[in-house]
């Protein structure tokens, strides 16, 4: 593996570790804050605010200063959030935490996202659902020990470890991150929304794709631990079971797509995702619900990028716009679904959700034949 590209991996394998050592947090979150559903919820949304506020800005200076610029300073002010944020005192300052939480995780997003694209280009061939299972398997490492490392030496102590493992994947990282040339010209140009249908309905399958994807980071632990009655330590392992099947398949994503065409790539995997959901809603116990999120995370897994992939080969659509749309309105199905949830979820219960959620799928289904965009980017 090449040096730069080993760096955008790390980049991506931090980031998924800082966000997967949130989901177990949040159980402990709620009952010390002692706020109910629909005030988690909104500070769930503020989250998402920070991001769709600072993902933008970071677009605004990678263009200006070049992406490893902006992911170093990023990723810096990304790494001790999480220990800031468990020691918030109050709503309110849990509220500003959330909110550079959001942002951060969102503008490094942005920056590593645009350097593996460059990344890319340097080397010629498709690295990008690999990178993406980077994330899930960070997201993996970060559930995976979150809610054993609570049980076992506390909640601070765990917020430490997250905060030295970030800065020790940063500065493996931090000399081999591909140094790119700035484009000023595009930061110039003025960013019109396109007019045609196609990048809207391929942004509908990135939003729809997402939407269970937060659903499963910020409510898989208390779905697990409230109405199933898992300990601590288990729920945590609901978020982690759905990225480890998740990395797992990104890892073999490219060549999967390869073998079958998008089309029908996205298809099979979106089916998946359906059974696994429902299976997740109607779960006697939670190791079924685990077993339901694993599922569910096979199919998951390849949706995203496929959308994103046909976004960015769409014809007469720079490729820039088209992904603009795609990403933007997938990111705020992630960040902005889960605040409603939880809402619904005070009055309905979990349960309910995790089975009703997938009718989004079929509306996926319904669009996939727009897939086939996907294909077109192979020669580049």
């Known amino acids: 593996?090449?040096?730069?590209?080993?760096?955008?991996?790390?980049?991506?394998?931090?980031?998924?570790?800082?966000?997967?050592?949130?989901?177990?947090?949040?159980?402990?979150?709620?009952?010390?804050?002692?706020?109910?559903?629909?005030?988690?919820?909104?500070?769930?949304?503020?989250?998402?605010?920070?991001?769709?506020?600072?993902?933008?800005?970071?677009?605004?200076?990678?263009?200006?200063?070049?992406?490893?610029?902006?992911?170093?300073?990023?990723a810096v002010i990304l790494s001790p959030l999480l220990l800031l944020?468990?020691?918030?005192?109050?709503v309110w300052t849990a509220a500003i935490g959330m909110f550079l939480l959001g942002g951060f995780v969102g503008a490094m997003d942005v920056a590593m996202n645009a350097n593996a694209v460059e990344?890319?280009?340097?080397?010629?061939?498709?690295?990008?659902?690999?990178?993406?299972?980077?994330?899930s398997l960070g997201g993996l490492i970060g559930a995976g020990i979150g809610g054993v490392l609570m049980a076992r030496v506390g909640v601070l102590p765990h917020v430490l470890v997250v905060t030295v493992l970030s800065l020790v994947f940063l500065a493996v990282a931090w000399p081999m991150i591909l140094a790119d040339q700035p484009h000023p010209a595009a930061a110039k140009e003025k960013v019109r929304l396109p007019l045609t249908p196609l990048p809207?309905?391929?942004?509908?399958?990135?939003?729809?794709?997402?939407?269970?994807?937060?659903?499963?980071?910020?409510?898989?632990?208390?779905?697990?631990?409230?109405?199933?009655?898992?300990?601590?330590?288990?729920?945590?392992?609901g978020f982690a079971a759905f990225s480890a099947t998740m990395a797992t398949m990104r890892f073999a994503g490219d060549h999967v797509r390869d073998l079958l065409g998008a089309k029908r790539t996205l298809r099979i995997c979106t089916v998946t995702a359906l059974v696994g959901m429902v299976f997740a809603g109607l779960a006697p116990n939670a190791f079924v619900a685990i077993l339901?999120?694993?599922?569910?995370?096979?199919?998951?897994?390849?949706?995203?990028?496929?959308?994103?992939?046909?976004?960015?080969?769409?014809?007469?659509?720079?490729?820039?716009?088209?992904?603009?749309?795609?990403t933007t309105m997938g990111y705020s199905g992630m960040l902005f679904a889960p605040s409603l949830i939880g809402f619904i979820a005070e009055h309905s219960g979990f349960a309910i959700i995790f089975t009703s959620v997938p009718v989004l799928f079929i509306v996926v289904l319904l669009l996939s034949h727009h897939a086939v965009h996907a294909d077109h980017g192979k020669g580049h």
């Not at 991996?9 to 966000?19: A, E, K, P, Y």
């Not at 897994?301 to 088209?322: D, E, H, K, R, T």
């Open 85 to 90: 944020l468990t020691l918030a005192p109050n």
């Open 200 to 237: 809207w309905l391929i942004g509908i399958m990135a939003l729809f794709s997402m939407v269970p994807e937060g659903a499963v980071l910020d409510w898989g632990a208390l779905y697990l631990k409230n109405e199933l009655g898992a300990s601590v330590e288990l729920s945590g392992f």
């Open 119 to 135: 990344v890319e280009k340097s080397m010629r061939r498709a690295i990008m659902s690999s990178c993406h299972a980077y994330w």
């Open 292 to 326: 339901g999120f694993a599922i569910a995370g096979i199919g998951i897994s390849n949706m995203v990028p496929i959308a994103f992939s046909a976004a960015g080969n769409m014809p007469g659509l720079q490729p820039g716009i088209g992904l603009a749309v795609a």
């Open 1 to 74: 593996m090449s040096k730069n590209r080993l760096a955008v991996s790390l980049l991506f394998l931090m980031n998924g570790f800082v966000t997967g050592s949130w989901a177990p947090k949040i159980p402990e979150f709620k009952d010390r804050l002692g706020i109910g559903e629909s005030v988690l919820g909104l500070l769930i949304l503020v989250f998402g605010i920070g991001s769709l506020v600072l993902m933008p800005i970071a677009g605004g200076f990678i263009a200006r200063a070049g992406s490893q610029k902006v992911v170093k300073v990023t």
